[in-house]
């Protein structure tokens, strides 16, 4: 079992539509998580960073996670074309993170 | 906050040249830093995982001979690639983190194109 697995996509969401995009981990014993968002040919920008189980919001921005079923996920609310791009996600708490493929994220206009 | 600088952005060099790559955390100190490799339309690939003062850690398959790193202070880490190919054209991005449990913050990336 890989250790961070997502759908890679692309996932298509109609502009003012609510992307969610998921991920499962396999460490039992990570303590937080992060997501990145990563626009085509620029480095990963932090996006989201959530250590306790539940809900947090960040503007348009929920992170979700549920430690017992060792899933976190991220919505998009009221999406819009400039969240166009692949998403990751990243288990922390080890020596190194590791990411997911990312899922491709396309906002239709 | 947590501002990670990286230069260049880009290089475009010929065959058989050595490239630095410095990478610079501006309002924090970095206790570890983490040098990634990407190609065009593929994953993050993490080269090796470095702390002040320490060897770095390469992964499997990451020639240490070839890409040298030195993280001399907790605010400076530096990747020299020593006489680049063609085939060692690709983006280059660090990161650098606080603590285990923080998220790494990037650096713009270097992209490089060796002729």
């Known amino acids: 079992q890989k250790e961070v697995e997502q759908n890679s996509g692309p996932l298509s969401v109609p502009e003012g539509a609510i992307a969610s995009l998921n991920c499962t981990y396999s460490?039992?014993?990570?303590?937080?998580f992060f997501w990145y968002r990563q626009y085509s040919g620029k480095s990963p920008e932090l996006i989201m960073s959530?250590?306790?189980?539940g809900d947090k919001e960040d503007g348009r921005f929920t992170a979700q996670l549920n430690k017992a079923s060792q899933y976190v996920s991220l919505l998009i609310r009221d999406s819009q074309p400039s969240d166009s791009a692949t998403y990751l996600c990243?288990?922390?708490?080890?020596?190194?993170?590791?990411f997911g493929t990312g899922t491709r994220l396309t906002i239709i206009p | 906050g947590a501002v990670v600088s990286q230069h260049p952005s880009r290089v475009i060099c010929k065959s058989g040249t050595s490239v630095k790559i410095e990478c610079r955390s501006l309002?924090?100190?970095?206790?570890?830093m983490f040098w990634y490799r990407q190609f065009p339309k593929q994953s993050l690939m993490l080269m090796a995982t470095?702390?002040?003062?320490?060897?770095?850690?390469?992964e499997q398959g990451v020639e240490k001979d070839k890409f040298l790193i030195n993280h001399a202070s907790l605010t400076l880490s530096t990747l020299t690639v020593t006489s680049a190919h063609p085939e060692d054209s690709s983006f280059y991005i660090c990161?650098?983190?606080?603590?285990?449990?923080?998220?790494?913050?990037f650096g713009d990336g270097t992209r490089l194109s060796i002729l």
């Open positions: 460490d039992r014993g990570s303590q937080s």
């Open positions: 959530i250590y306790s189980n």
């Open positions: 990161s650098a983190r606080i603590a285990g449990n923080q998220p790494q913050h």
């Open positions: 309002d924090f100190q970095a206790t570890t």
């Open positions: 470095s702390n002040e003062g320490s060897k770095a850690t390469y």
């Open positions: 990243a288990p922390g708490g080890n020596e190194k993170l590791t």
